[in-house]
């Protein structure tokens, strides 16, 4: 290299702040911070978020139609439940077999009906444990329907009722239903006390007319 193509050093580096990476470089007070001019495009960049708002809000604004429901009320339960009734099949209630000659009907629970049995198997009456049986009152049926629909001959109402079969059953007395005899007691043969001396007599003299009657 010849001489006269020589760089002194010192000449190299008087300006070196030219070689510096632009994060060592240090601030220059004398430079006036950059501020870059709004231009048509930076004004779009801010416009385009409030265009983009406008439509969303324009969008929730729509309103939503609803699926129309279907109207409630007592009218329509009441349909509903005369529909549901009207699939659904009915259970016809059937009459209990009877083979004997007397059907004793009431609650009776077995206290009862041991004495029952004293009462109706001492002479004259003399029934015998097969001849006499225990129905329950239902209110499946009328009276008569109950009464009619069986096979016995004589039926003996204790105690309890159903409210419009007791309207239909003359109290302390023999009467008929069809060609059937029929006798309502209104009270149980257990709940009767020593003092009620005549009620008993009155059951008594009773289930030895009501065997005897004239069908």
């Known amino acids: 290299m010849m001489a006269s193509d020589r760089i002194d050093l010192a000449e190299l580096y008087k300006f070196d702040e030219i070689y510096w990476i632009p994060a060592d470089r240090p601030a220059i ?39 129309p429901s279907a109207p409630s009320g007592p009218g329509l339960q009441a349909s509903l439940i005369d529909e549901v009734k ?3 099949p009915k259970v016809l209630q059937e ?4 083979t004997c000659r007397l059907v004793v009907v009431g609650k009776i629970n077995p206290t009862e009906k041991e004495r029952l049995q004293l009462v109706l198997s001492a002479a004259p009456v003399s029934l015998q444990p097969s001849d006499w049986q ?17 096979q016995a001959q004589i039926y003996v109402f204790l105690g309890d009722q159903i409210p419009a079969w007791k309207e239909q059953l003359p109290e302390g007395k ?16 257990s709940s009767l006390k020593d003092s009620e001396k005549p009620l008993k007599l009155a ?13």
């Open 86 to 88: 009207s699939i659904e």
């Open 174 to 189: 023999i009467s008929q239903i069809g060609n059937k005899a029929i006798y309502y007691f209104p009270r149980y043969i």
């Open 134 to 150: 225990v129905l329950e009152p239902t209110d499946s049926f009328s009276l008569s329907e109950f009464v009619e629909g069986t």
């Open 29 to 67: 007070p004398s430079e006036a911070p950059f501020t870059p001019r709004e231009t048509p495009q930076s004004t779009l960049e801010v416009e385009l978020p409030s265009a983009k708002t406008s439509v969303v809000e324009e969008k929730v604004s729509i309103p939503v139609q609803e699926k």
């Open 203 to 215: 059951f008594w003299n009773s289930m030895k007319e009501i065997i005897n009657y004239n069908l």
């Open 95 to 98: 009459l209990p077999i009877v």
